[in-house]
C-alpha cells in the first residue's frame, strides 16, 4: 500500500504561482510513476501532468505546457507541481497519483492509477 498526501493548495489571483506537493509513505520501495490529475465539480477527471521513476521522462495535458512544471525527490518520497500564471480555468481539486506502469500510460488513462490522494483545491481568482 502507498498513502499519498496533497498539499500546497489555495486561493491565488489570475497570473500568480502556488507549488503542489505530494508525499507518499508506505511501499515506497517500488518504482512509481506518478502524476497529477484534475477534477471539477461534475466533471470528469483530467490528466495533469506525469513523470517517470527516474524523472526523465514527463507528460503535459496541452492546456497546461509551458505553464506547469512537474518533479520529484525520490530521497523525499514527494512529486511537485510548480504552476505559474494560473488562469481561473485552472480551478480545480488536485489528485496526486502513484502507479507501477509507465508514466506514459498514467497521461493516457486519468483514472486508472492503482493509489489516489484525496486532493487539493486550488482557486484562481480573475
Known amino acids: 500500500q502507498v498513502q499519498l498526501v496533497e498539499s500546497g493548495g489555495g486561493l491565488v489571483q489570475a497570473g500568480g504561482s502556488l507549488r503542489l506537493s505530494c508525499a507518499a509513505s508506505?511501499?515506497?520501495?517500488?518504482?512509481?510513476?506518478m502524476g497529477w490529475f484534475r477534477q471539477a465539480p461534475g466533471k470528469e477527471r483530467e490528466f495533469v501532468a506525469t513523470?517517470?521513476?527516474?524523472?526523465?521522462?514527463?507528460y503535459y495535458a496541452d492546456s497546461v505546457k509551458g505553464r506547469f512544471t512537474i518533479s520529484r525527490d525520490n530521497a523525499k518520497n514527494t512529486v511537485y507541481l510548480q504552476m505559474n500564471s494560473l488562469k481561473p480555468e485552472d480551478t480545480d481539486v488536485y489528485y496526486c497519483?502513484?502507479?507501477?506502469?509507465?508514466?506514459?500510460?498514467?497521461?493516457?488513462?486519468?483514472?486508472?492509477?492503482?493509489?489516489w490522494g484525496k486532493g487539493t483545491l486550488v482557486t484562481v481568482s480573475s
Open positions: 497519483a502513484a502507479d507501477r506502469g509507465t508514466s506514459w500510460s498514467m497521461s493516457r488513462d486519468p483514472t486508472g492509477a492503482h493509489y
Open positions: 513523470i517517470s521513476w527516474s524523472g526523465g521522462n514527463t
Open positions: 508506505g511501499r515506497t520501495d517500488s518504482r512509481y510513476a
